[in-house]
């Protein structure tokens, strides 16, 4: 994949977290072309500087974000209250919620040279991916650079997506199982799954066996065993909109 050769009907994903942006180009039919990680995201690639595409989507992970109902005009509030005054943050919603996020430092660069893109943090991605799912009881999380990410489903309903800061596995069993707890999601009926390579799969399936009947790994995962978050991430969003 060292040379890119441009295609109008190249669709591009980019997947942008604190420090990384991974521009993954795939062809009509959903296959994946070419990829690049970009380390600095001050700049754009020059690869790809006159590059056209049919589609383009921008998927912020990991930021700061606040929910709130649909019914209050202002998000303003809720996310101060989260997280302080001082951040610039950006405002969307679906038909379940609004969502305030924290603007990246990179966003006015990347949308002044991407055309007609598709906006959506990994937190708006992952509701709609859940929310196609037929669990009454479930729970959906991953873990990136030392953050862990979930939705919460009971009764058929949306109930809780939320992030935690977390050192290892032993923090993430216990944000998990304290979400299940103070949810009071039964733990005979909750199905649980989480986004990770299969290393990392095999890990917390060995932490949550004797506490969850029902542990699974997202079936859009097929990589080596080994890879690391961000390129487990990037393509599970990436066929999010594909």
């Known amino acids: 994949m060292s040379t890119y050769h441009n295609a109008v009907s190249d669709k591009l994903v980019l997947f942008l977290d604190s420090d990384t942006s991974i521009y993954q180009i795939y062809s009509k039919d959903n296959q994946l072309k070419y990829q690049l990680n970009h380390y600095d995201n001050s700049s754009f690639p020059e690869e790809l500087s006159a590059a056209i595409f049919s589609s383009t989507y921008l998927q912020l992970v990991n930021s700061k974000f606040t929910l709130c109902p649909l019914v209050e005009e202002k998000i303003d509030l809720f996310f101060q209250l989260n997280h302080g005054t ?9 038909g379940t919620f609004k969502i305030g996020y924290e603007k990246p430092k990179s966003f006015d660069l990347l949308t002044q040279k991407l055309v007609n893109t598709i906006i959506a943090t ?3 991605l992952l509701f709609e991916y859940t929310s196609k799912k037929t669990h009454s009881h479930a729970l959906y999380f991953y873990e990136h650079q030392g953050v862990l990410s979930l939705v919460a489903w009971k009764d058929d309903l ?9 050192a290892n596995a032993d923090e993430l069993f216990y944000f998990v199982m304290l979400v299940i707890e103070q949810l009071e999601i039964p733990i005979q009926k909750i199905y649980v799954e989480c986004i990770a390579s299969q290393d990392k799969y095999e890990e917390y399936k060995s932490l949550f066996k004797n506490y969850l009947p ?19 991430l990037s393509h599970f969003f990436a066929q999010c909109v594909l």
């Not at 029902?214 to 487990?232: C, L, T």
Request: without cysteine; glycine residues 2%.
């Open 122 to 124: 990994d937190i708006e």
């Open 214 to 232: 029902s542990f699974q790994q997202s079936n859009f995962i097929d990589m080596k065993s080994n890879e690391d978050s961000s390129k487990i």
């Open 86 to 94: 001082g951040i610039d943050f950006l405002t969307a919603q679906n």
């Open 158 to 166: 949306f109930v809780l997506s939320n992030r935690y800061s977390i």
